[in-house]
């Protein structure tokens, strides 16, 4: 892969799914410099002059090898702060840098994401006045849509993505439907908005799981565009929550931290703060936030958001579901040890991460034993990390197969065990072959 960028040009090769090589073939100019500085100060890569081409570097970047002194074959979690900044000067998507996402396959081995692209990059939703319905169209109203999203939410909480992905398409046309409607009538005009703005948060959020991190951007910004014209708060707020998603996705780190920074000073001043359903949204404005300062390699902003968080949680006094936020203490709890594990702090991940989330929407049980799994990996303890993985494949098969960080993980716990794990018969290396961590 060969980029032109900032003065100089870099080839990029990228060695399975934790190595890449870059060529800097000129390091004249500041976008130059500002990327051999990257490299070559970063602990997640080794640079060297290319003694074959004058004036050079050949940069590998092998996957983040710190090694603790009791585990050779121990590593820490991969520093995605440094490929965001990376993709920022090469000026290419993280996913370039990250892999490209899997496709999502049903059951049927259908895939509909190109179906959500092509709705969500319909050319008629650049123009309401040149692509509107006609005046004598029907047009759906926002009640039946609703129930209909409600119902599509249950199935991304009950890890049912391929359902999910399959309605998608649909739902986001009615969707641009209804915001025709609330043109046509003042009094539904703020339901339609909401319901708009339902439907594109479920799609950005289903994305950037997916790893499709530039049409979930698309999405999320499409459900705050939604959510500004109904004038709902927490139609806003809920919004706002997949905006993050999306910026997370894209290694936008920063921006999310101060997205939810903005949103929730802006919440607080307009909702109720006995409210359950705003103290949920604002709970999880903060616990998001906080995952994208951990990324961000910012403990002490993670650290204070995630204590904002329990604050709220104490208050609301369980585990709750409102606007599908899943918010609670078990919930802040999830999200304290995921920000631990961006962090690097493996060894509080694997004591504190036996929990009981029976209980939970099982999207968050998935995601925890996924977090947990990783941690086990990389603490040694390749066997636990497995049958972590294989629990949460038996709870729900999509979420699980299609993840990027278990294809990570499996891949990882294969170079654990090269002779045992690596071997086509092997159990590992069948779930590994199901989850298309390896051909």
């Given at each position: 892969m060969c980029w032109a960028t900032g003065g100089f040009l870099l080839l990029l090769t990228a060695q399975g799914s934790r190595r890449l090589w870059v060529s800097l073939l000129s390091d004249s100019g500041s976008g130059a410099a500002a990327l051999a500085h990257l490299i070559t100060t970063s602990p997640c890569g080794l640079a060297t002059r290319n003694r074959y081409w004058p004036g050079s570097w050949v940069v590998a970047l092998t996957g983040w090898p710190k090694r603790s002194p009791d585990a050779a074959c121990r590593r820490m979690p991969p520093r995605i702060d440094m490929l965001a900044e990376l993709a920022r000067v090469l000026r290419v998507p993280l996913g370039e840098l990250v892999g490209q996402p899997v496709l999502l396959e049903d059951d049927r081995q259908q895939d509909d994401v190109p179906a959500v692209r092509d709705a969500l990059m319909s050319p008629r939703r650049l123009s309401r006045l040149l692509f509107g319905p006609e005046a004598e169209a029907q047009l759906?109203?926002?009640?039946?849509?609703?129930?209909?999203?409600?119902?599509?939410?249950?199935?991304?909480?009950?890890?049912?993505?391929?359902?999910?992905?399959?309605?998608?398409?649909?739902?986001?046309?009615?969707?641009?439907?209804?915001?025709?409607?609330?043109?046509?009538?003042?009094?539904?005009?703020?339901?339609?908005?909401?319901?708009?703005?339902?439907?594109?948060?479920?799609?950005?959020?289903?994305?950037?799981?997916?790893?499709?991190?530039?049409?979930?951007?698309?999405?999320?910004?499409?459900?705050?565009?939604?959510?500004?014209?109904?004038?709902?708060?927490?139609?806003?707020?809920?919004?706002?929550?997949?905006?993050?998603?999306?910026?997370?996705?894209?290694?936008?780190?920063?921006?999310?931290?101060?997205?939810?920074?903005?949103?929730?000073?802006?919440?607080?001043?307009?909702?109720?703060?006995?409210?359950?359903?705003?103290?949920?949204?604002?709970?999880?404005?903060?616990?998001?936030?906080?995952?994208?300062?951990?990324?961000?390699?910012?403990?002490?902003?993670?650290?204070?958001?995630?204590?904002?968080?329990?604050?709220?949680?104490?208050?609301?006094?369980?585990?709750?579901?409102?606007?599908?936020?899943?918010?609670?203490?078990?919930?802040?709890?999830?999200?304290?040890?995921?920000?631990?594990?961006?962090?690097?702090?493996?060894?509080?991940?694997?004591?504190?991460?036996?929990?009981?989330?029976?209980?939970?929407?099982?999207?968050?049980?998935?995601?925890?034993?996924?977090?947990?799994?990783?941690?086990?990996?990389?603490?040694?303890?390749?066997?636990?990390?497995?049958?972590e993985l294989l629990t949460a494949e038996r709870a729900s098969p999509q979420l699980v197969r299609n993840n990027p960080r278990v294809r990570d993980t499996l891949r990882d716990l294969i170079k654990q065990a090269p002779i045992t794990g690596g071997a086509r018969s092997s159990k590992l290396f069948v779930m590994a072959q199901r989850c298309r961590a390896v051909q």
């Open positions: 759906p109203s926002p009640g039946p849509t609703a129930r209909l999203v409600e119902q599509t939410w249950n199935d991304y909480q009950a890890g049912r993505l391929g359902k999910v992905i399959a309605g998608l398409p649909g739902l986001l046309q009615t969707a641009q439907e209804i915001e025709g409607q609330a043109a046509r009538s003042p009094a539904e005009r703020r339901d339609c908005w909401a319901v708009s703005a339902r439907v594109h948060h479920l799609a950005a959020t289903t994305l950037a799981k997916l790893g499709e991190s530039d049409i979930s951007w698309l999405a999320a910004e499409r459900a705050m565009r939604a959510a500004d014209e109904s004038g709902d708060p927490l139609v806003l707020a809920s919004a706002a929550r997949s905006a993050t998603h999306a910026l997370l996705a894209n290694g936008r780190y920063d921006e999310a931290m101060q997205l939810g920074s903005t949103t929730s000073v802006w919440l607080s001043a307009r909702v109720d703060e006995s409210d359950p359903a705003a103290i949920s949204l604002l709970g999880m404005l903060y616990l998001r936030a906080a995952i994208a300062a951990a990324r961000a390699q910012d403990r002490p902003t993670a650290t204070s958001l995630l204590n904002r968080a329990e604050v709220l949680a104490r208050r609301l006094g369980s585990d709750e579901n409102y606007w599908q936020t899943s918010f609670g203490p078990t919930n802040a709890v999830l999200h304290r040890l995921s920000a631990e594990l961006n962090l690097g702090n493996v060894s509080y991940v694997v004591e504190h991460g036996q929990l009981d989330v029976d209980h939970m929407p099982l999207e968050r049980r998935v995601s925890h034993r996924i977090d947990f799994a990783r941690a086990l990996s990389l603490a040694g303890r390749g066997d636990d990390a497995f049958a």
